[in-house]
């Protein structure tokens, strides 16, 4: 009886304070419905209109705004939001033309022009740490992992039987870097004139222009001076892509029509063997005298190693083909993803196109003039032309040299002959990449 009493106070005390608890909750709710109708306020359609008008892109460009930062946490000018933009879109269309159009360099300029396309949306920070443009660049941009991996495909590509023949030509493509070296101490001078100011970093980061290699370019950039890798890069594959336009006028001024037709002896026939050593003796060299060049000269030798050996063509046929294609898509929307209005709207830029131009002109000549005095003192005969290709642009700068020499003399083909400095400018280059790296970094 005293059980069931105490039960039943504790279930009436239980409901007592359920109905308390309830009460107190429907008071809040209550108040809560009450306050939400006093905040809330219906918007007309022309106020919904307004609101997402103030999101789109078109709103941003037009009322640019103090504060407002890039995807990097940078904060942008007006010009750099509005009027920068839109001539930033130009700047891509432009390169979207050249590459479709005119086939200058199309498989790295489209990717690039298409990156800055979307690296100047507004509001969508497609290059912060989290957007698209700006994981591929801390993927593979920021760390330098992306050009050594082009130059494993480039060394897979590559055959050094032409300069093994002719060992001699690896001097034309050593006397192409003077266009680098001389770059370099231009772009120096033109800081110091005031009307443009860059560290002495900067310098050997655009004087790699000079020997026309794009990879490189890429890969000295990002360790020196990132901020100016999209320009660095647009001017180095431009560079690239014109070498059909700019070379010829050089060639033809710094040699004699009778020059341009000399007719060169087949080389020999360099034996497996010798190709297989090749690149092994180049790295050990590396190691020896110059460590900084390992990256570059590292990923190029086992490229053409691996192709020399005969034991993997899978993996020689994928470096090749799929490895290349894929990170060739990847560098090219990384490296358009600096083609932003507040970095490339500036007079550096501009020093940069300029610089690089003269460094690539500079760096032919050297080699038509070399491979001139070479052949005052050969006992075989050299065409002068074969010079030009000792920048790096492989092959298209060898294919302008055959091409050249072709107007002359009809039966003179000079593209293997070319290939030998052709390739030395591509060992030339890395090798003053590691210099400079050696020096500065």
Do not use: W
């Not at 993996?315 to 990170?327: A, P, R, T």
């Amino acid at each position: 009886m005293k059980i069931r009493s105490l039960l039943l106070s504790l279930l009436i005390v239980f409901s007592l304070f359920s109905a308390i608890n309830l009460n107190a909750n429907t008071q809040v709710s209550t108040d809560t419905v009450k306050k939400s109708h006093e905040v809330y306020k219906p918007k007309s359609v022309t106020e919904l209109f307004g609101g997402f008008f103030k999101t789109t892109g078109l709103y941003a460009m037009l009322f640019p705004e103090d504060g407002v930062k890039n995807g990097r946490g940078e904060e942008m000018s007006k010009f750099a939001q509005s009027g920068g933009r839109v001539i930033m879109f130009i700047i891509v269309f432009v390169l979207f033309y050249l590459a479709i159009v005119k086939g200058f360099e199309p498989l790295l300029l489209l990717p690039i022009a298409f990156g800055g396309l979307l690296a100047n949306i507004p509001v969508a920070n497609m290059t912060g740490p989290h957007g698209m443009l700006g994981i591929i660049y801390d993927m593979g941009i920021k760390n330098e992992f992306f050009p050594l991996l082009i130059f494993m495909g480039v060394g897979a590509m590559t055959d050094f039987g032409p300069l093994l023949a002719n060992p001699k030509t690896a001097i034309l493509g050593g006397a192409a870097q003077f266009g680098i070296f001389g770059s370099l101490v231009g772009a120096a001078m033109l800081s110091q004139s005031g009307f443009v100011h860059y560290t002495l970093e900067q310098c050997s980061a655009i004087s790699i222009i000079g020997g026309a290699d794009g990879p490189t370019s890429i890969f000295i950039a990002s360790a020196l001076a990132p901020e100016m890798l999209g320009a660095i890069a647009v001017a180095a594959y431009s560079y690239m892509a014109l070498v059909p336009v700019i070379q010829p006028p050089i060639m033809k001024a710094l040699t004699t029509e009778e020059e341009r037709k000399i007719k060169m002896v087949t080389g020999r026939k360099v034996s497996r063997q010798e190709k297989l050593i090749f690149p092994l003796v180049v790295i050990m060299l590396i190691a020896l005298i110059l460590p900084d060049a390992a990256p570059l000269m590292g990923a190029f030798a086992f490229g053409n190693f691996a192709k020399e050996s005969g034991v993997i063509d899978r993996l020689s046929n994928e470096m090749q083909n799929s490895l290349i294609n894929i990170v060739t898509i990847f560098l090219g929307l990384g490296v358009g993803g600096t083609l932003q209005a507040d970095k490339f709207l500036v007079a550096e830029t501009l020093g940069i196109m300029v610089i690089g131009l003269l460094a690539f002109s500079a760096g032919t000549a050297a080699g038509v003039l070399m491979a001139k005095l070479m052949n005052k003192f050969s006992k075989e005969p050299i065409n002068p032309l074969i010079g030009a290709a000792g920048v790096s642009a492989v092959p298209m700068a060898a294919r302008v040299v055959s091409k050249v020499g072709q107007e002359y003399n009809k039966s003179n083909i000079l593209l293997m002959h070319a290939m030998g400095p052709n390739v030395a400018g591509v060992i030339g280059s890395a090798v003053a990449a590691g210099v400079l790296l050696s020096i500065f970094k």
